[in-house]
């Protein structure tokens, strides 16, 4: 009888590791059935206000001007393909999110921290404006002079008041 019930034990326990183990690597593996209820979508627009977002961030300048409605999505997509060469940062078209997301390895490691602890560290709150005018203006402007279609190169064209 323990012989018979030490069996059933086993194969319950064999059952249960292996069933785990399918619902692991369907919950983990493109296409696994979270795979897109816990994939973020890279977002359409954002508005960008680091001083309205993290207040908190030390040595950030008073500055309250910000863009709004930036082509967030476009500019991963479409925009920053191929344009690497008039940037301030070095990225690749497989990972174009690296241009302004400074120091990230992947999507995953962007939308896996807050934003505010993502900025503190990665960028000097000092010389925020000057790095974000940076990495925007000089490449609009490069394009700019290489007479290729480019963004806005002026205050008024980002900081639409």
């Not at 059933?8 to 593996?29: H, P, Y």
């Not at 977002?43 to 680091?50: G, H, K, L, R, W």
């Amino acid at each position: 009888m323990a012989k018979k019930t030490n069996t059933k034990i086993r194969n319950l326990l064999s059952f249960i590791c292996s069933a785990g183990t399918v619902a692991s690597l369907m919950l983990i593996q493109p296409g696994g059935l979270l795979a897109d209820e816990s994939k973020q979508a890279i977002p359409e627009n954002v508005d960008i206000n680091i001083q309205a977002t993290c207040p908190d961030l030390a040595g950030l300048s008073a500055d309250k001007k910000e863009v709004k409605n930036f082509s967030h999505k476009l500019h991963v997509e479409k925009y920053l393909l191929g344009e690497s060469a008039y940037h301030s940062t070095p990225y690749t078209d497989d990972f174009t999110c690296a241009a302004c997301h400074l120091t990230a390895k992947s999507q995953e490691e962007i939308l896996g921290s807050a934003p505010c602890d993502r900025l503190s560290a990665t960028i000097d709150a000092r010389n925020y404006k000057k790095q974000m005018h940076s990495m925007c203006l000089d490449c609009h402007k490069g394009m700019k002079k290489a007479k290729e279609a480019t963004g806005p190169t002026s205050c008024k064209e980002c900081h639409n008041r």
